[in-house]
């Protein structure tokens, strides 16, 4: 059975610092990891991606990718008080195949 | 471009009533998707149409029917809902190239 493990928080982070998000998945077939924003009363934006073992880096934001593990992470460093949303992990095997959520992690930056 | 639209924004309907969710996509993307998303859950998959075929069916209760009359149109007809069935209802859309899902603004249903 697919699962998608998240803290659900809230993780309350002052501004300015290193906020840490992580997730494990249970299926080892999963082949693509996303991180998705969402914001109250919004749908989920797309933040950042990978596929790969490792770490991907997009402005604030890396990704980190541990197979072996099972573990997938996400790092924003100087956190605004507009990171505060709900930060949904999602994995999928790949293709056209849909995508399977946690149940998503409460951010709260502190001005 | 990864945008993808949703109407109507909004929908509040009967327990007898038949409606039509529609979402469009003009980027040539190759997959599409319905999402269902209750209050403070994650969304959870519906259906997945991929090359405009239905490949994946989760087990959704009949009184939804999807459809893709084409490459970048995709409804959800809605008929005989349940008060349970008020959600926010989400689309997507995958690239041909990469995996990645982008989200349209989804349809906001509320059953009464």
């Known amino acids: 059975q697919k699962e998608v493990e998240q803290n659900s928080g809230p993780l309350s982070v002052p501004e300015g610092a290193i906020a840490s998000l992580n997730c494990t998945y249970s299926?080892?077939?999963?082949?693509?990891f996303f991180w998705y924003r969402q914001y109250s009363g919004k749908s989920p934006e797309l933040i950042m991606f990978?596929?790969?073992?490792g770490d991907k880096e997009d402005g604030r934001f890396t990704a980190q990718l541990n197979k072996a593990s099972q573990y997938v992470s996400l790092l924003i460093r100087d956190s605004q008080p507009s990171d505060s949303a709900t930060y949904l992990c999602?994995?999928?095997?790949?293709?056209?195949?849909?995508?399977?959520f946690g149940k998503g992690t409460h951010l709260i930056i502190q001005p | 471009d990864t945008e993808v639209t949703q109407t109507p924004k909004h929908l509040v309907m009967g327990m007898t009533n038949k409606k039509s969710l529609k979402c469009e996509q003009h980027?040539?993307?190759?997959?599409m998707y319905w999402y269902k998303q209750k209050a403070k859950k994650p969304p959870e998959l519906m259906f997945v149409?991929?090359?405009?075929?239905?490949?994946i069916n989760e087990s959704v209760p009949s009184r939804f029917s999807p459809e893709c009359p084409n490459s970048s149109l995709l409804n959800l007809h809605l008929h005989a809902l349940q008060p349970e069935d008020s959600a926010l209802y989400l689309c997507?859309?995958?690239?041909?190239?990469?995996?990645?899902?982008?989200f349209g603004p989804g349809t906001r249903l509320t059953v009464l």
């Open positions: 997507a859309s995958t690239r041909t190239s990469g995996n990645e899902q982008f």
């Open positions: 299926d080892r077939g999963s082949q693509s």
């Open positions: 990978i596929y790969s073992n």
């Open positions: 999602a994995v999928n095997k790949g293709g056209a195949d849909g995508l399977t």
């Open positions: 980027m040539g993307h190759r997959a």
């Open positions: 149409y991929s090359y405009e075929k239905l490949s």
